[in-house]
């Protein structure tokens, strides 16, 4: 082989080796690859991406799954005691009138002076009384002259069986003149009562009235108390017991406590029951993974319904806003002129408008009027992507200002295209970059601002959940310090949700700069 073709050969597979093939040919990226390419390489935004779509499982497929519903509510039962009767023990004299004013307080001053000078007679102002000891502890006071009593005074009382009905003054003096005399029977009205040694009074075999020096009294309503019920809590109260424990004639054994209240001088009966209630504020446990609220609800459930109206109340205030904006910022930019200061000033205006004051009187009106909450949320996003659009606009504007000089604008208009095709088909898509990361970073903002206005009270209302309304649960101290699966799950995903969507948004932007490096 010659020179000449060794130097051929030589120079063929020095070719071969430095020519771009198939193999070694350089892969062009499209705009998105690139885009995406930037994104993937921040870290942080990475970070930010990962901890939205988690927020978007737990919220959505969690929600999905979860064997709860939104607003069910759960009971457990529960030992509670509650206040049954209360028991007096007269240990004074109390006085009794025939008939309003018979023997006024200054007159009951001047007995208790004769009885204990013991004289049978004394004088209030012109009136002249005269007594008599008609059982032990039991006075009979009469005007001189007259043999009607006008009052008695007695330790004891008679209070009728039911502990409502009003008895007779004649039939309470008959009743006390019996019992404080020991007597077994007594008349009054035409008809014959029986007493006891306990101070029962019947009537034809039936509980009538009582004469005792305790006075009991039903707290709760629609009770009555039985002849046997009263002398079993009477010997236990003078027994000096804590606990009185009675058996119903169903069979059925009732426990009740007993209290003195001093100040009152009083016994309390409190009767301990159980009763279903409501399962709030429960422990974190196997059955509630983050407890219940003060409604009895599961809190991660809630979590998760929650997390739901958030995201969809960010995203449709998002796109209400810049469809306005797109639109408004669109012909704005491209049409200027009395068009574009007619925009402006009206951007201006919303700008000065008070966004917060206008919310409280909304969110009033709403609450006047009950609105019903889902009918709520939706003006509610449409009041929030109202006053949201004006910063659309201004970027969207200013964006359409510089395209609009450029060679490929001048080229469209040189072919005859209409205006609103110029806006839509060629300047509002060189837009959507800046849109993407515009609104990426608003979508934070939009659901902390529905979780302030669902905290004061302002936005999603019950049955329905938000983060804002969850954290709104915690209405004092004690809740805010002891009850902390209440408000800080809530906080943790609003912060971790908002910082994300910022991440995210601050790596679009550096994605979609050019000057960024590959």
Same mark, same amino acid.
């Given at each position: 082989?010659?020179?000449?073709?060794?130097?051929?050969?030589?120079?063929?597979?020095?070719?071969?080796?430095?020519?771009?093939?198939?193999?070694?040919?350089?892969?062009?990226?499209?705009?998105?690859?690139?885009?995406?390419?930037?994104?993937?390489?921040?870290?942080?935004?990475?970070?930010?991406?990962?901890?939205?779509?988690?927020?978007?499982?737990?919220?959505?497929?969690?929600?999905?799954?979860?064997?709860?519903?939104?607003?069910?509510?759960?009971?457990?039962?529960?030992?509670?005691?509650?206040?049954?009767?209360?028991?007096?023990?007269?240990?004074?004299?109390?006085?009794?009138?025939?008939?309003?004013?018979?023997?006024?307080?200054?007159?009951?001053?001047?007995?208790?002076?004769?009885?204990?000078?013991?004289?049978?007679?004394?004088?209030?102002?012109?009136?002249?009384?005269?007594?008599?000891?008609?059982?032990?502890?039991?006075?009979?006071?009469?005007?001189?002259?007259?043999?009607?009593?006008?009052?008695?005074?007695?330790?004891?009382?008679?209070?009728?069986?039911?502990?409502?009905?009003?008895?007779?003054?004649?039939?309470?003096?008959?009743?006390?003149?019996?019992?404080?005399?020991?007597?077994?029977?007594?008349?009054?009205?035409?008809?014959?009562?029986?007493?006891?040694?306990?101070?029962?009074?019947?009537?034809?075999?039936?509980?009538?009235?009582?004469?005792?020096?305790?006075?009991?009294?039903?707290?709760?309503?629609?009770?009555?108390?039985?002849?046997?019920?009263?002398?079993?809590?009477?010997?236990?109260?003078?027994?000096?017991?804590?606990?009185?424990?009675?058996?119903?004639?169903?069979?059925?054994?009732?426990?009740?406590?007993?209290?003195?209240?001093?100040?009152?001088?009083?016994?309390?009966?409190?009767?301990?029951?159980?009763?279903?209630?409501?399962?709030?504020?429960?422990?974190?446990?196997?059955?509630?993974?983050?407890?219940?609220?003060?409604?009895?609800?599961?809190?991660?459930?809630?979590? %998760?319904?929650? $997390?739901? +109206? #958030?995201? *969809?109340? &960010?995203?449709? !205030?998002?796109?209400?806003?810049?469809? /306005?904006? %797109?639109?408004? $910022?669109? +012909? #704005?930019? *491209?049409? &200027?002129?009395? !068009?574009?200061?007619?925009?402006?000033? /009206?951007?201006?205006?919303?700008?000065?408008?008070?966004?917060?004051?206008?919310?409280?009187?909304?969110?009033?009106?709403?609450?006047?009027?009950?609105?019903?909450?889902?009918?709520?949320?939706?003006?509610?996003?449409?009041?929030?992507?109202?006053?949201?659009?004006?910063?659309?606009?201004?970027?969207?504007?200013?964006?359409?200002?510089?395209?609009?000089?450029?060679?490929?604008?001048?080229?469209?208009?040189?072919?005859?295209?209409?205006?609103?095709?110029?806006?839509?088909?060629?300047?509002?898509?060189?837009?959507?970059?800046?849109?993407?990361?515009?609104?990426?970073?608003?979508?934070?903002?939009?659901?902390?601002?529905?979780?302030?206005?669902?905290?004061?009270?302002?936005?999603?209302?019950?049955?329905?959940?938000?983060?804002?309304?969850?954290?709104?649960?915690?209405?004092?101290?004690?809740?805010?310090?002891?009850?902390?699966?209440?408000?800080?799950?809530?906080?943790?995903?609003?912060?971790?949700?908002?910082?994300?969507?910022?991440?995210?948004?601050?790596?679009?932007?550096?994605?979609?700069?050019?000057?960024?490096?590959?």
């Amino acid at each position: 082989m010659s020179d000449t073709e060794k130097n051929a050969m030589s120079q063929n597979n020095s070719n071969d080796k430095f020519s771009l093939n198939d193999d070694r040919r350089v892969k062009v990226l499209s705009p998105g690859a690139m885009v995406a390419k930037r994104f993937f390489r921040n870290r942080i935004a990475v970070i930010g991406l990962v901890v939205l779509v988690l927020m978007f499982i737990f919220s959505f497929i969690g929600g999905a799954i979860s064997p709860y519903g939104e607003s069910q509510l759960f009971y457990r039962d529960n030992k509670q005691s509650q206040k049954y009767a209360g028991v007096k023990v007269n240990t004074e004299l109390r006085y009794q009138q025939a008939s309003k004013d018979a023997f006024p307080a200054l007159a009951q001053a001047q007995f208790v002076l004769a009885r204990g000078k013991k004289q049978t007679e004394f004088a209030s102002g012109d009136t002249k009384y005269t007594y008599e000891e008609a059982g032990k502890d039991f006075y009979l006071i009469r005007k001189s002259g007259s043999t009607d009593p006008v009052a008695f005074a007695a330790i004891d009382t008679v209070t009728s069986s039911d502990g409502v009905t009003k008895l007779p003054f004649s039939f309470q003096v008959a009743a006390l003149k019996a019992f404080t005399n020991e007597e077994k029977a007594f008349e009054e009205g035409g008809d014959s009562y029986q007493i006891e040694s306990d101070g029962t009074v019947t009537k034809d075999g039936k509980p009538y009235a009582y004469a005792s020096r305790y006075v009991l009294n039903a707290i709760m309503s629609d009770v009555t108390f039985s002849k046997e019920f009263k002398e079993e809590l009477i010997a236990d109260i003078d027994a000096g017991k804590k606990e009185f424990t009675f058996k119903e004639k169903n069979g059925e054994e009732a426990k009740y406590t007993i209290e003195f209240d001093a100040p009152s001088k009083a016994y309390i009966i409190k009767q301990t029951r159980e009763q279903r209630v409501y399962d709030t504020y429960s422990s974190p446990s196997k059955k509630h993974l983050l407890g219940t609220d003060k409604n009895g609800m599961d809190m991660l459930t809630r979590l %998760m319904y929650g $997390g739901r +109206v #958030s995201l *969809y109340i &960010g995203f449709i !205030v998002v796109f209400i806003e810049t469809f /306005i904006g %797109m639109i408004m $910022g669109g +012909v #704005s930019g *491209y049409f &200027g002129g009395w !068009v574009d200061n007619l925009i402006m000033r /009206i951007v201006d205006v919303f700008y000065c408008i008070p966004s917060i004051p206008i919310y409280i009187i909304i969110g009033a009106a709403m609450d006047a009027l009950r609105v019903d909450p889902q009918i709520r949320m939706v003006y509610l996003m449409l009041i929030l992507g109202f006053f949201g659009w004006p910063s659309i606009t201004r970027l969207v504007r200013g964006q359409i200002l510089t395209l609009r000089e450029q060679e490929f604008m001048t080229a469209a208009e040189a072919t005859g295209i209409k205006p609103i095709n110029r806006i839509f088909r060629h300047l509002l898509p060189n837009v959507i970059p800046q849109l993407i990361v515009t609104c990426t970073m608003s979508l934070g903002g939009v659901i902390l601002t529905e979780a302030v206005l669902s905290f004061l009270g302002l936005g999603v209302k019950f049955p329905f959940a938000s983060w804002g309304n969850i954290i709104n649960d915690v209405n004092n101290t004690y809740v805010l310090s002891n009850y902390l699966f209440i408000w800080v799950p809530a906080g943790v995903c609003l912060l971790l949700t908002v910082l994300a969507f910022n991440l995210v948004g601050d790596g679009l932007r550096d994605a979609f700069d050019p000057k960024m490096k590959r």
